[in-house]
């Protein structure tokens, strides 16, 4: 009986000496996984700085592509990029926040090309007109963007679109439709071209009326410039057959099948004749 609880006690001690042993190793396998990765923390963190740090990843070097409007030293201003820079610091959301800034800007991305290039690729607006509003004029992209006051140092030579606020408000459908006549009239290779037109009018009743530089106001409507665009060159040529083709005109093309061509209410050279004054097609 003595026997037995002897080897009973025994077993004990020895299954708590084995499970003590089975504890101070797996403590002692945390302690070491703790270490390693410290170690391996510290390493990390001392190659991260060594490399921001580093000499060799200065920016030595930053190119700018896609200039047309801007100059390469305006977009290195307005990123605030330097020769003391860590190519691999730069924060690139914020350099593309700071030169998006600028209202010329549609859209900048960052690359490096290591170990020392920057490069900037941005994306300017392609100006198509400018607008009214109130005594001030703006500029309009592609997009239909009206993106900035047009100042002295920007281009001059634009068509002008009028009449599409009305009581400070823009008219978006009359703004889309005189967009799509902006591209008809940019690809078109007979008159009127964008070049010879001066005036882009935007009215509720008569839709688009374009002025072109040579007198001609051309009532267009709100749809198919195109097809009606078409129709002016055979009208053209029968308004110089006719001598009519004289002075400031009036043509509405907004029925293709019956155009109305009258003379403008601007004052016509002397000498003109009376009856000259309207017909139709």
Same mark, same amino acid.
């Given at each position: ?135 001030? +004029?703006?500029?309009?992209? *592609? &997009? #239909?963007?009206?993106?900035?006051? !047009?100042? @002295? =140092? ?6 002008? +679109?009028?009449?599409?606020? *009305? &009581? #400070?408000?823009?008219?978006?459908? !009359?703004? @889309? =439709? ?6 008809? +009239? ?96």
């Amino acid at each position: 009986m003595k026997r037995a609880f002897t080897r009973k006690l025994e077993a004990k001690k020895y299954r708590l000496k084995r499970r003590s042993r089975t504890i101070f190793v797996d403590i002692f396998r945390s302690i070491l996984l703790i270490v390693v990765i410290l170690l391996t923390g510290a390493v990390l963190i001392f190659a991260f700085n060594f490399t921001i740090s580093a000499p060799c990843f200065r920016v030595r070097e930053t190119v700018v592509r896609g200039c047309r409007e801007l100059t390469e030293k305006e977009v290195l201003l307005l990123g605030l990029v330097s020769s003391s820079q860590n190519l691999l610091a730069l924060n690139e959301k914020a350099l593309e926040r700071r030169i998006s800034a600028n209202p010329w800007i549609k859209s900048v991305s960052i690359g490096r090309e290591l170990p020392g290039r920057l490069v900037v690729q941005i994306q300017e607006r392609s100006v198509i007109a400018a607008i009214r509003q109130g005594s001030n +004029l703006y500029l309009m992209d *592609q &997009e #239909g963007v009206i993106f900035k006051k !047009l100042d @002295k =140092n920007d281009e001059s030579d634009l068509p002008v +679109l009028t009449g599409f606020y *009305q &009581e #400070g408000k823009l008219n978006e459908l !009359l703004l @889309k =439709n005189a967009r799509t006549l902006i591209n008809d +009239l940019s690809s078109s290779k007979y008159f009127p071209t964008i070049d010879s037109v001066s005036e882009i009018q935007g009215n509720e009743v008569l839709g688009i009326s374009v002025f072109t530089d040579n007198g001609l106001c051309l009532v267009l409507g709100v749809d198919d410039y195109g097809t009606k665009l078409q129709r002016l060159s055979p009208i053209l040529e029968d308004l110089e057959r006719r001598q009519l083709k004289e002075g400031f005109l009036r043509i509405d093309l907004r029925n293709p099948l019956k155009v109305t061509v009258s003379k403008r209410n601007i004052p016509a050279p002397r000498g003109l004749s009376d009856s000259r004054q309207e017909y139709k097609t």
